[in-house]
T-cell receptor
Framework: AQRVTQPEKLLSVFKGAPVELKCNYS??????LFWYVQYSRQRLQLLLR??SRESIKGFTADLNKGETSFHLKKPFAQEEDSAMYYC???????????FGAGTRLFVKA | NAGVTQTPKFRVLKTGQSMTLLCAQD?????MYWYRQDPGMGLRLIHY???????AKGEVPDGYNVSRLKKQNFLLGLESAAPSQTSVYFC????????????FGDGTRLSIL
């Protein structure tokens, strides 16, 4: 069965510290993986996707097929990074997306 | 540049009442989705549509119905609201293809008393 697991409900770090939000997935095919972010009082929006191999707002994520993981990382957290982060997987054919339960990141001053 | 628009933004219902949530997108997207967001459970797919006139069940479809009579609109109906349906509802749309991101609306906060 398709599943996306984000083991941490809440992650609290100090400003300037590295941050890693974990995401593991279960999928038999070749997944398309995404990270979405929801800032306070804003709509859910795309942060990055694995196919683009890009860095957005200092965040990167590498797809590790061996470990079936897609962890989100940033070397130096900023207060404005405080938000809810969702890892998501889209199935082959692209018409259905499974979201993880989300991790709330709190960056302390 | 509206993107995905959801109406209403807030609503309080009594158990047993019915209502319809409207989602409209102006991006000519083929695929549209309804999710519910509950604490600790992330976003769960209720129903989705891959084109005008077609709908399909998602992960948690019971108690909901949908219609996609026009490509730009996707309606979510609650025929007989129950307290368990208290949630925040999000609509999303995307173009065809698995590597395309979904575009979300602002959400509808629905409380069932």
């Amino acid at each position: 069965a398709q599943r996306v697991t984000q083991p941490e409900k809440l992650l609290s770090v100090f400003k300037g510290a590295p941050v890693e939000l974990k995401c593991n997935y279960s999928y038999s095919g070749s997944p398309e993986l995404f990270w979405y972010v929801q800032y306070s009082r804003q709509r859910l929006q795309l942060l990055l996707r694995h196919i683009s191999r890009e860095s957005i707002k200092g965040f990167t994520a590498d797809l590790n097929k061996g470990e079936t993981s897609f962890h989100l990382k940033k070397p130096f957290a900023q207060e404005e990074d405080s938000a809810m982060y969702y890892c998501a997987l889209t199935n082959t054919g692209g018409f259905k997306t499974i979201f993880g339960a989300g991790t709330r990141l709190f960056v302390k001053a | 540049n509206a993107g995905v628009t959801q109406t209403p933004k807030f609503r309080v219902l009594k158990t047993g009442q019915s209502m319809t949530l409207l989602c409209a997108q102006d991006m000519n997207h083929e695929y549209m989705y309804w999710y519910r967001q509950d604490p600790g459970m992330g976003l769960r797919l209720i129903h989705y549509s891959v084109g005008e006139g077609t709908t399909a069940k998602g992960e948690v479809p019971d108690g909901y119905n949908v219609s996609r009579l026009k490509k730009q609109n996707f309606l979510l109906g609650l025929e007989s609201a129950a307290p368990s349906q208290t949630s925040v509802y999000f609509c999303a749309s995307t173009t065809q293809g698995g590597n395309q991101p979904q575009h979300f609306g602002d959400g509808t906060r629905l409380s069932i008393l």
